[in-house]
């Protein structure tokens, strides 16, 4: 099946610092997406991308769609407490009907 | 608007009992669907709903797991026996479009169940 591979597992940053994660695949996605992930709560997304070459920003957040559709990343600047959970990367094709492939996450710790 | 809901948040059984899961989606939104998420790895799809309807339960493990929703409100997965690879968190989500992946899931926060 498909598989998305996202790095880093894990990041320690302080306070303030700029931090960026990304995903890859063997395979084509319409759709990246990313969710973040509270500690004791389920996931909420943050930004969804639509288009090859596609740059959304949320806030503090940036992603893109890479422009082979194969990939994604995700920034995040200048950095603050809250921001810590795990980020998934997930991906939709519309041949898998309604359901999204996600990538094994990343662990944001931020020290003051 | 009340989220998805599932209960229990926590479920500690032994090898071989069996543990039933329920999800309550957003009023309203016909799809719903499962996902299982085993320490450190990926979320993985299980199964989707369109109503009471299975639209696709391609990613079930193995005939150990039952999913049911009866009259296309809330529903159950079932673990019967449950073993030790079956711990994880058992995340449920609803979506009001058919194509839901294609917008974003809500997300219920989710059943940690703990195999020993």
């Known amino acids: 099946g498909q598989q998305l591979n996202q790095s880093p597992q894990s990041m320690f940053i302080q306070e303030g610092e700029d931090v960026s994660m990304n995903c890859t695949s063997s395979s084509i996605f319409n759709t990246w997406l990313w969710y973040k992930q509270d500690p004791g709560e389920g996931p909420v997304l943050l930004i969804a991308l639509y288009k090859a070459g596609e740059l959304t920003s949320n806030g503090r957040l940036t992603a893109q769609f890479g422009i082979t559709r194969k990939d994604s990343f995700l920034n995040i600047s200048a950095s603050i407490p809250s921001d810590v959970g795990i980020y998934f990367c997930?991906?939709?094709?519309?041949?898998?009907?309604?359901?999204?492939?996600f990538g094994t996450g990343t662990r944001l710790q931020v020290t003051l | 608007e009340a989220g998805v809901t599932q209960f229990p948040s926590h479920s500690v059984i032994e090898k071989g009992q069996t543990v039933t899961l329920r999800c309550d989606p957003i009023s309203g939104h016909d799809n719903l669907y499962w996902y299982r998420r085993v320490m450190g790895k990926e979320i993985k799809f299980l199964l989707h709903f369109v109503k009471e309807s299975k639209q696709d339960e391609s990613g079930m493990p193995n005939n150990r797991f039952l999913a049911e929703r009866t009259g296309g409100t809330y529903s159950t997965l079932k673990v019967q026996p449950a073993e030790l690879e079956d711990s994880g968190v058992y995340f449920c989500?609803?979506?009001?479009?058919?194509?839901?992946?294609?917008?974003?899931?809500?997300f219920g926060s989710g059943t940690r169940l703990t195999v020993v």
């Open positions: 997930a991906g939709y094709d519309t041949g898998t009907a309604s359901k999204l492939t």
């Open positions: 989500a609803s979506s009001q479009e058919q194509l839901g992946g294609l917008y974003g899931y809500t």
